[in-house]
């Protein structure tokens, strides 16, 4: 089992749909939770984090975490165009951020 | 957020050569940082941590004396990769903590090496 587990995709949602980006991870001892944005050929850029079980929204994005069934995930509103990209998330483990493999979203005009 | 540079963005290079990639921390101290690989529609890779004084710790599979960290300030972490090879062919990419006890990472804005 992978420590952290996303759906590759692509995934595809038309322009203002709501796009859902899902994540699980194997270690029941993490205590934090992060959600980066990479587009191709650049490095990853945070854009959210969640240490708490429930929602946290920032704008557009809504991370949510339930520790119980190892789930977090990420919710994106109003999906626009330049919201395509790969999303990564990730997860603490002594100490390190250990990154799932990524889900690829292609947001269509 | 904080600011993480890394130079230089690409490199190509001679199969048997070394290359040194730098990552700087810019408006704070980073005591601990991170070097991560990618490969093609993969995800990071961490590679090593690097700590500021003292020797870097490698993950499981990481060559150390191929992949030679050297963390000797509080603001530069370097990576190099010595007598490389077209395997080495990748996206590197250092990190850093912005401050003790907070877990978030920022990135540096990569070195794509290519070893021809």
């Known amino acids: 089992q992978k420590e952290v587990e996303q759906n590759s995709g692509p995934l595809s949602v038309p322009e203002g749909a709501i796009a859902s980006l899902n994540c699980t991870y194997s270690?029941?001892?993490?205590?934090?939770f992060f959600w980066y944005r990479q587009y191709s050929g650049k490095s990853p850029e945070l854009i959210m984090f969640?240490?708490?079980?429930g929602d946290k929204e920032d704008g557009r994005f809504t991370a949510q975490l339930n520790k119980a069934s190892q789930y977090v995930s990420l919710l994106i509103r109003d999906s626009q165009p330049s919201d395509s990209a790969t999303y990564l998330c990730?997860?603490?483990?002594?100490?390190?951020?250990?990154f799932g493999q990524g889900t690829e979203l292609s947001v269509k005009p | 957020g904080a600011v993480v540079s890394q130079h230089p963005s690409w490199v190509i290079c001679k199969s048997g050569t070394s290359v040194k990639i730098e990552c700087r921390s810019l408006?704070?101290?980073?005591?601990?940082m991170f070097w991560y690989r990618q490969f093609p529609k993969q995800s990071l890779m961490l590679m090593a941590t690097?700590?500021?004084?003292?020797?870097?710790?490698?993950e499981q599979g990481v060559e150390k004396d191929k992949f030679l960290i050297n963390h000797a300030s509080l603001t530069l972490s370097t990576l190099t990769v010595t007598s490389a090879h077209p395997e080495d062919s990748s996206f590197y990419i250092c990190?850093?903590?912005?401050?003790?006890?907070?877990?978030?990472?920022?990135f540096g804005s990569g070195t794509q090496l290519s070893v021809l």
């Open positions: 990190s850093a903590k912005a401050a003790a006890g907070d877990e978030k990472l920022f």
């Open positions: 270690d029941r001892g993490s205590q934090s």
């Open positions: 969640i240490y708490s079980n």
């Open positions: 990730a997860v603490t483990k002594g100490g390190k951020l250990i």
């Open positions: 408006d704070f101290q980073a005591t601990t």
């Open positions: 690097s700590n500021e004084g003292s020797k870097a710790t490698y």
